[in-house]
């Protein structure tokens, strides 16, 4: 239902009659009518025609269907037409695995006889020739085409600190009183092991030689290394004769060995044997009494071994958040970057940036043992440079 308003003159529904005046003058039965019938638009030729594309896969397509549909699903045609297919199928399978496969002459040539042949996985393995599989792993080897052994370290992190490690409180632009007196302290203890590790050297290597002035001279080294050269020693000649002297000792009648003591000697050491061996049968029977305090003997160097094996465990993981040596050069921590109090602004636009963010990602790989420490070096030429002059410049006047 809609309705239309009617700025000329319009005839009524009901009566043929026209009605003519000023609109305002006019009821609102003329001016406006109701409309009980719904327009119907007219559709175009083209909207109802199909596309080529549709036309071909349609009900109305000139291809015909290898099998005429049927009204009643999965009807007996369908099903004997598809057993046939699984038939045809099997039947190829099973006539593909019946004949043998070739085996080309330049792998049993080579030694490998089994790559070609089809296997049952689930099958029992038959028995290699080890000259054979010798003669393969040769092979894969020197082609390059055995895979390399993957140790259990290629997939761990050398390192367990974190890639960016977070700053200490006391190092913000605002921070609180004791984080930032925190932080100063570590700054102090670090310069106080700098002084110590300098005056340490000065003492063992600076202060340990002479000055300038108590340096020793040509004179003094030439008197020192001349001492007892020209000072007659005294010593005494001993006129002995040219006699043979045997170093043991001459053998006489009271120190040679008779039967007697001979015999008296072999008793006295199968006595001793054979205390021994009732000293050690009282350990045994001892031991066997006290198996009680053995066993308790036992779980206390089996505690102590674990607690030794956790300790080395722990040492071994703290390592991991420690660089390790992996050059010549040791790892220098970097310089702390702290403001002293005096240094502190309220805002970052006053702040007056510390340290390099280059030095600070170069020193963190260094820390977490993905690059190794290095040191700035000096170029050094080996040879002379040499310096020519062009032809032409030669003889320029």
Wanted: hydrophobic residues 25%.
């Amino acid at each position: 239902m809609g309705l239309s308003l009617a700025a000329k003159k319009k005839k009524s529904s009901g009566s043929g009659q026209t009605f003519a005046g000023p609109v305002s003058e006019k009821p609102d039965e003329q001016l406006y009518f109701i409309e009980k019938d719904a327009g119907t638009k007219r559709e175009g030729k083209l909207k109802t025609k199909k596309l080529r594309c549709f036309q071909n896969i349609g009900s109305y397509s000139k291809v015909p269907p290898p099998i005429k549909p049927s009204g009643v699903p999965y009807s007996k045609k369908i099903k004997i037409y598809s057993t046939k297919v699984e038939e045809r199928e099997n039947k190829n399978i099973y006539l593909a695995l019946q004949k043998p496969k070739k085996v080309s002459t330049k792998l049993v040539q080579k030694g490998d006889r089994y790559c070609a042949e089809i296997k049952d996985l689930w099958a029992e393995e038959e028995p290699v020739d080890p000259e054979v599989e010798d003669l393969i792993n040769f092979r894969d080897v020197y082609t390059c085409k055995k895979t390399p052994k993957v140790p259990c370290h290629r997939y761990q992190k050398p390192s367990l600190l974190p890639s960016v490690e977070v700053p200490h409180s006391g190092a913000s632009y605002n921070p609180d009183y004791f984080d930032h007196q925190e932080l100063l302290s570590q700054a102090v203890k670090i310069e106080e092991a700098k002084q110590k590790e300098e005056l340490h050297l000065k003492r063992v290597l600076t202060d340990m030689f002479p000055t300038r002035e108590e340096a020793p001279t040509e004179e003094s080294i030439l008197q020192e290394m001349s001492q007892g050269l020209f000072e007659e020693d005294e010593e005494e000649e001993n006129e002995t004769g040219s006699t043979l002297i045997s170093n043991n000792p001459p053998v006489r009648v009271k120190n040679r060995i008779t039967r007697a003591r001979k015999r008296r000697r072999e008793e006295l050491q199968e006595k001793e044997r054979l205390k021994k061996q009732e000293k050690l049968q009282k350990v045994r029977m001892n031991q066997f009494y006290r198996l009680r305090s053995i066993k308790k003997e036992i779980k206390e160097k089996d505690a102590l071994t674990q607690k030794k094996i956790e300790r080395n465990i722990q040492r071994k993981a703290d390592k991991m958040y420690k660089p390790k040596v992996l050059s010549r050069y040791k790892y220098e921590a970097p310089v702390l970057e702290v403001k002293l109090t005096g240094e502190l602004c309220g805002s970052m636009r006053t702040l007056e940036p510390e340290g390099s963010l280059l030095e600070d990602r170069y020193k963190s790989l260094q820390r977490r043992n993905l690059l190794e420490t290095r040191i700035k070096q000096k170029m050094k030429r080996k040879y002379k440079r040499k310096i020519q002059v062009k032809r032409s410049h030669r003889n320029f006047e």
